[in-house]
C-alpha cells in the first residue's frame, strides 16, 4: 500500500504546483509587499510559473495588519519554494524553521499548505491536521486543503478515541469534504495551464472529496450512503485508490449488492497494493454470499 500511496500522492502534488499554492497566495495577499520581490520567485519548478490565482476569496484575511516583507524574508520563502519534492523532510524542516523565524509572516498559509502535503505523504496525519486547520484559519477556500482533511482524517482513528471523539472527527471530516465539492466546480480557471490539466486538477479535488464521505458514511455503518459518494471518487480519479475499491467492496457486500461487491474487490484485486489478499478473498466470501443469500437491487 506504501508504494500505491506513494503513486497516489504524487498525483496531489502535481494538482498542488499546478494550482493550489498560488491559489493560498491569492487568499493571504490582497495587498502588495512593501518591498519589491525578486523578479523570479518560482514556487514547485516551471510549472507554477505566470498561474493566475485559483481563489474564490482573495482579499478575505486582513492582510494590512501583518509586518512588511523584507528582502531577508523573500529570501527565505524562495529557499522554501525551490526545495524539491523529493526531499520532503527537508521541505518540511525549512517550513517549520521558516514559520518560527516569521510567524506573521504573510507565506505562512502557502507553507501550511505544503506542510499539510508532506505530512500526510509521510503519514504523520496529526500534524497535517494541525497545519491545515492554522492553513484554513487564514485560506478558507483552499479546495485541495480541505478535501486532503476531509478524505485522510477519517483513516486514522486510532483505538484509544472516545465514541464522542471520533463522532467529532467524522462531522469534521464531512464538511471538509463537502465544502471542497461546492468549491471545486466554481474554481476560475488560472492562465498558463491547459483545459485538460485544470480539468484533472478539478477532478482530483473532487475524488479525493467524495472518498471522504464515503469514508465518513463507512465509518458510520451508512453503507448505502457510502457506495455512491466511493463509486463518484473512482470514476473521478484516474488512478483510483484500492483503499476505495476495498471500502466499495465491503460497502456492497453490506447492502447484499453481491455483484457490485465482486466487480469492486476484483478492482481493488488488480491493483499492486497491500489489500491484494485481503481482496481477493473478499472476491470468495461474496461469490459464496450470492450463491446462498438474495441480492438486493440497488
Sequence with gaps: MKNRSKGIWAAVFLVAGMLCTKSVRAQTQSTPPTSTPPASTPAQGDKDKGVAPLTMDAGST?????????AEEDAAIKVFRDAPLSDMPKKLKLGDDFLT???????????????????????QIEKMGVAGEKELELAPNDAQTLAILGSMLP???PPSMTEEQKQKLLAEAENFSKRALELAPTLPKPTGITDEQFIAA????????????????????????????????????????????????????KAS?????????????AIQNSLQTTCK??????????????????
Design 281 to 298: 478473498a473478499g472476491i470468495d466470501e461474496a461469490k459464496k454470499l450470492s450463491a446462498t443469500q438474495l441480492s438486493v437491487p440497488k
Design 155 to 157: 483513516r486514522s482513528m
Design 257 to 269: 449488492h453481491f455483484e457490485d461487491a465482486i466487480a469492486a474487490f476484483t478492482k481493488c484485486a
Design 101 to 123: 523565524k516569521y510567524p506573521q509572516s504573510r507565506y505562512r498559509a502557502e507553507v501550511y499548505s505544503w506542510q499539510v502535503k508532506g505530512y500526510m505523504a509521510s503519514g
Design 62 to 70: 486582513g492582510v494590512a495588519m501583518q509586518p512588511p516583507v523584507n
Design 202 to 253: 478539478k477532478n482530483q479535488i473532487q475524488a479525493m472529496a467524495y472518498g471522504g464521505l464515503g469514508l465518513v458514511a463507512f465509518r458510520r455503518a451508512k453503507y448505502t450512503e457510502a457506495i455512491p459518494n466511493l463509486e463518484q471518487s473512482a470514476k473521478l480519479d484516474p488512478n483510483p485508490d484500492p483503499v476505495n475499491y476495498f471500502l466499495l467492496g465491503v460497502s456492497n457486500e
